[in-house]
């Protein structure tokens, strides 16, 4: 069992920068890789990035490619999200997730959910 807790969201200008960070509990994080989804008002939950178990690995959703950046710390049982250059369309809830093994795309591979943090940005 991961319990998942997503920090850092708030209201950011256009053009700003935002550090999400999700703490994870239990002993084995370090066999799950990691993933970050958001979901606007009225629309489907979209994948973001996802990070390997060892942090070797990573991937992103082309429209993100360049702005954001994962990583993860298995020390401290933590995954980052450094969000750059946002726009006013990045505005959601951001979600981390978390599933053992291989690194993943679809929501639907992931087996432990945070409740989200709402991430605003202003025009």
């Known amino acids: 069992q991961v319990q998942l807790e997503e920090l850092g969201g708030g209201l950011v200008q256009a053009g700003g920068s935002l550090r999400l960070s999700c703490s994870a509990s239990?002993?084995?994080?370090?066999?799950?890789?990691m993933g970050w989804f958001r979901q606007a008002p009225g629309k489907v939950r979209e994948f973001l990035a996802a990070?390997?178990?060892?942090?070797?690995?990573?991937i992103y959703a082309d429209f993100v490619k360049g702005r954001f950046i994962i990583s993860r710390d298995n020390a401290k049982n933590t995954v980052t999200l450094q969000m750059n250059s946002l726009k006013p369309e990045d505005t959601a809830v951001y979600y981390c997730?978390?599933?053992?093994?291989?690194?993943?795309?679809?929501?639907?591979?992931?087996?432990?959910w945070g409740q989200g943090t709402q991430v605003t940005v202003s025009s």
């Open positions: 990070i390997s178990q060892s942090g070797g690995t990573t």
């Open positions: 997730a978390a599933k053992q093994y291989l690194i993943s795309r679809s929501q639907y591979d992931y087996d432990y």
């Open positions: 239990g002993r084995t994080f370090s066999n799950h890789a």
